[in-house]
């Protein structure tokens, strides 16, 4: 009855408007980038590209594809989110579930937890262990000093613990132990959470530059977004391959676009698949009875 009201209508039609524009204003600059990298040289370099193509040229991907730095930096990408994702949600689904079980001690444990979300050590300790483990240039230095994320540990906390014990306790009746408990009844159950806690370790470690940055003295070791950071943002563009003959039919700023492009791709592609169970995955375990 409530639904059928003019004040519901009102107010359902005024938050669609609203989410419209949003969207709109979210996928703009996306689609600018995307016209500025299939442009021409001089209609990207006089300011002419809006949100449509001018002068359509390809030749920016061409060149983009053909960079060993980039490609070098995509593929070491790929390898730091596959391995950083599937480390990161085995220690967090491992602490998770040993954190909501009852045991004498887990409240201590549970706070030591927190407190090293709110207390870190900082970033020169951080530099001194990664170099005295000799890390540096590696891509264990990309992944192991942020493995284990304490928000998501506890998220997957509260979300096993909402899940109601009589379904272990019967588990342990037939049998099975704590580890058989987690494969086969905690994680089957709790798929829309690891779901966007993946997705969370993902996209972190995907656009993630700074420790790229520090971490890496060799620029041929450099992930993605920091060879991105590096030219875009700080405007060295020696890593572009980019020679003088080449700049009649494309320019920096068309590379720089079709390399943003490039490197957005693959969450985009991933995002999709994973977005349905944001809403569930969230909410979950939020409110315990």
Known sequence: MYRNTLRYR????????????????????????AAVSFSSSSAATANQVYFWPVGFNKEAYLRTLDNPLFLHSLVLSVERTVAGTLLSMMLTVTAA???????YGRAFYSWFFVFTMLFNGGLIPTYMVVTGLHLTNTLWALILPSAVNVFNTILMMQFFRAIPKELE??????????????TSIYLPLSLPSLATLSLFAMVWHWNSWFDGLIYMTDYRQYPLATF????????????????PGQLQVLSERTVRSAQILIGALPILIVYPFLQRFFVQGLTMGAVKE
């Open 10 to 33: 009102w107010f359902a039609s005024s938050n669609a408007l609203l989410l419209t524009v949003i969207s709109i204003l979210c996928i703009l600059p996306l689609v600018h980038v």
């Open 169 to 182: 306790e019967a588990a342990h009746i037939d049998g099975a132990g704590y580890l058989r408990s987690l």
């Open 97 to 103: 579930y040993t954190l909501s079980r009852s045991f």
């Open 228 to 243: 991105l950071q590096t030219i875009i943002q700080s405007g060295d563009m020696r890593n572009t391959n980019i020679d």
